[in-house]
């Protein structure tokens, strides 16, 4: 009979749910158990992490939720990380974020996931902690979703003087098409950034 590790499925489904979290009903759904069961294998993994002094993780609740974090006694060194110049570059899936924001803005997290076709939960916080991007105001209707624009930081960024300076797209075009222009714009500014590091 298979043993199977618990722990070590809580702990990977908290890691993919990001900042975002996981409620014990979701995760008693998904590994299809109890909710006790998953509230006490959380507990239990809890402590394992406060505990072992080598593990740079550990596990909050906020909200309902469960979230994998890293442990408060790092932060100074996770901050030397963010700012860093080693760390300017940016990932391919922050730049396609970034192009879609830069052409599309204001626009939701929502909208952008459906034009990527993924979430974008982390692009999202490398973009503000880099402020290329930041909210600019809220969607109307239902749950008034944030919006998201670029900054004067994006501008300084790219070299440009104002958003009209991004490169034109046509009239009529597909997403496809948005996503293909934005890559090539963005490709050919990130080995300017490379260049200079």
Do not use: C
């Amino acid at each position: 009979m298979e043993i199977i590790n618990w722990s070590s499925i809580l702990e990977s489904l908290l890691f993919t749910a990001g900042d975002e979290g996981l409620s014990l009903k979701q995760m008693a759904d998904v590994i299809e158990v109890e909710v006790h069961f998953v509230k006490e294998m959380i507990e239990k993994l809890q402590q394992e992490y406060d505990q072992d002094p080598n593990r740079g993780v550990t596990i909050v609740q906020l909200a309902g939720t469960y979230q994998l974090v890293t442990k408060k006694e790092n932060a100074v060194y996770l901050k030397r990380l963010v700012d860093s110049p080693n760390t300017a570059t940016l990932s391919q899936a922050a730049l396609e974020t970034l192009a879609i924001i830069a052409y599309k803005q204001p626009i939701t997290r929502a909208e952008i996931e459906e034009i990527r076709g993924v979430k974008t939960e982390r692009p999202l916080q490398t973009l503000t902690a880099k402020a290329l991007i930041k909210e600019v105001g809220r969607a109307e209707g239902t749950g008034r979703a944030y919006l998201y624009g670029t900054t004067k930081e994006f501008l300084d960024y790219f070299g440009l003087r104002n958003i009209e300076e991004l490169p034109p797209l046509p009239e009529k075009v597909n997403e496809e098409f948005v996503q293909a222009e934005a890559d090539l714009f963005f490709e050919r500014f990130q080995e300017t950034i490379d260049s200079e590091v």
